[in-house]
């Protein structure tokens, strides 16, 4: 599932591509993709201008100049494809945004995954159930140590847990521990708040872990648009994420693979203590 990393690479390559661009027709191909009927669906963005692409978490937010948004989730298997018929991926698509630049904005494998038309009231309720952005500059290493300390259960759990912290899922979580080399499974009671103990070197892997996947444009499969190299390029960066068996790259220790509140995790239990 795209994380915060895949969509912050998709808000910053889209932003200088879509905003001031007005979208000129939609297709719907499957209505329980999106929150309307089709009609009323179109009616509201058609003619519309692309004010501004926000993210918060794993949202994406196509603001639009009407004061209503667009409010995507990709969840399992959801991606975009910026371009024309001729160079999309041969994938069926849910959506289809064609915009006044020529080119059309294609919504693939959104099965779970959705398209919302919204207005501010709405959209701002649906954000305002998200935990702080763990790369906002105001969520400090006092605020990550407050979380922890408020929290019951295990490391793995709370940091996907969209609730207390918003943003990261399986294999940013699994990349963080390893980062940290503190081990995913471990209770949250049992780990030492301290800025040299384990929430220090948690937090620091958190930031730096999430901060490359972006540089490096997150683990997408598919690039956004023909031409582009930036989409995808972390997807061999992973070193612990569905490793499972393979040596691990700071000890040699075999990467375990295990389940966890019936989530898959990655870990070396070699290393990570
Ligand atoms: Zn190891």
């Known amino acids: ?19 001031g661009q007005t979208i000129r027709a939609v297709r719907i191909h499957r209505e329980k993709s999106v929150n309307l009927p089709a009609g009323q669906f179109a009616q509201g963005i058609l003619g519309v201008r692309i004010a501004a692409i926000d993210r918060r978490a794993k949202y994406l937010l196509f603001r639009l100049e009407t004061g209503q948004a667009l409010l995507l989730h990709l969840m399992l298997g959801g991606l975009m494809f910026l371009g024309s018929e001729e160079d999309r991926p041969d994938r069926n698509t849910q ?10 904005l294609y919504f693939i494998g959104l099965r779970l995954g959705y398209l919302h038309l919204l207005d501010e009231r709405q959209y701002l309720a649906v954000l305002a159930k998200l935990g702080p952005e763990p790369l906002a500059p105001d969520f400090t290493l006092e605020r990550f140590e407050q979380l922890l300390s408020g929290t019951r259960g295990t490391l793995k759990t709370t940091l996907v847990n969209q609730q207390k912290l918003s943003g990261i899922g399986n294999c940013y979580a699994d990349e963080i521990c390893f ?3 503190i081990l995913p499974t471990r209770p949250l009671a ?6 040299a103990g384990d929430s220090g070197r948690l937090y620091s892997a958190m930031r730096a872990v999430l901060m490359e996947a972006i540089r490096q444009g997150g683990y997408m499969e598919q690039p956004l648009f023909a031409g582009d190299h ?9 070193l612990v994420y569905d490793r499972g068996g393979e040596p691990c790259v700071r000890c040699g220790g075999a990467i375990i693979q295990a389940e966890l509140s019936s989530r898959k995790v990655f870990y070396c239990a070699q290393c990570q203590h």
């Open 1 to 19: 599932m795209p994380e915060l990393p895949e969509m912050e690479t998709y808000r910053q390559l889209l932003t200088p591509r879509l905003v």
């Open 95 to 104: 959506v289809e945004l064609d915009l006044s630049g020529g080119q059309t």
């Open 179 to 181: 980062e940290a080399a």
């Open 190 to 195: 049992s780990l030492s708040l301290q800025p």
């Open 230 to 238: 930036l989409t995808g390029g972390y997807n061999d960066h992973c």
